[in-house]
């Protein structure tokens, strides 16, 4: 009898085992996947302040936002997260071979994050948000194109451009590869916590001159920026596919 217990044991731990995975660990898991995907995507569409940053989550359903500090040593965002699975529990006669089950756990994020994880913490029992969002600069006005072209035909050297184009604000000037380029990057405001630059390039090379503005898609964060050098690179000198 004792033998047939000690077979009989390890047999039932393995089947509650194969039963707990296929009912909650799955539904867990899946929040701490959400974590990862939510912070990697904060991280890339980064904001000025912990709410700008935090934004990028709280579009999605089952996200809510708990904490979002701005500290001296930099932001803290915790989310509480709310994924659900439905499993079989490989063993078909008990209780439901197909049972929903869903689990909450709350993330924490910091700026020393590992890119690809996500810290589980007990979740607060109080909200602490910052609200404070970064201030919206307003989008390059219109005429800033014209300056910019007329600054370029009429100087020959980096320095003449700069000088005739010293009274416009956010602006760049480098001479690359034999050319002048001209940037003017500004900060036109946020998006769901994604940063919207407005940006004006130009460039001229020998009796070349060409202004234009680039879509806000090609120099969002994590594509190309709005530097003079951009100027130069033929991805932004054609409307994005």
């Known amino acids: ?17 194969t039963y707990a ?6 539904a867990v898991s899946a929040t701490h996947d959400r974590a990862v995907a939510l912070f990697n995507a904060m991280e890339t569409y ?20 708990v904490v979002a500090r701005n500290t001296e040593a930099g932001h803290e ?19 439901d071979p197909d049972a929903h089950y869903e689990a909450t756990r709350c993330y924490r994020w ?13 979740c607060p ?16 006005g219109a005429g800033v194109d014209l ?23 956010d602006l760049s000037v480098e001479e690359v590869d034999g050319a002048i380029a001209v940037a003017v990057s500004r900060l036109e ?11 004006v390039l130009a460039y001229r090379r020998g009796d070349e001159v060409r202004v234009w503005r680039p879509a806000s898609i090609q120099v969002a964060p994590g594509e190309a920026s709005c530097e003079p050098q951009a100027a130069l690179d033929p991805a932004l000198q054609k409307p994005p596919h």
């Open 1 to 17: 009898m004792k033998r047939l217990l000690l077979l009989v044991t390890p047999v039932l731990v393995i089947a509650l085992g």
């Open 77 to 95: 965002i915790v989310l509480r997260i709310t994924a659900s699975a439905t499993r079989r529990n490989n063993l078909d006669w008990w209780p």
């Open 46 to 65: 980064a904001g000025a302040t912990a709410m700008d940053r935090a934004l990028e989550a709280t579009a999605y359903p089952g996200v809510e936002l």
């Open 125 to 140: 029992e109080a909200t602490d948000i910052d609200p404070t969002r970064a201030a919206e600069a307003g989008p390059i």
């Open 110 to 122: 910091t700026d020393d994050r590992e890119w690809d994880t996500a810290e589980q913490v007990t």
């Open 189 to 199: 405001g946020y998006v769901s916590g994604r940063p919207v630059r407005d940006c």
């Open 147 to 169: 300056r910019v072209r007329r600054a370029l035909t009429g100087a020959t050297d980096a320095a003449g451009v700069s000088e005739r184009l010293s009274r416009v604000p």
């Open 21 to 26: 995975w296929g009912t909650r660990e799955p």
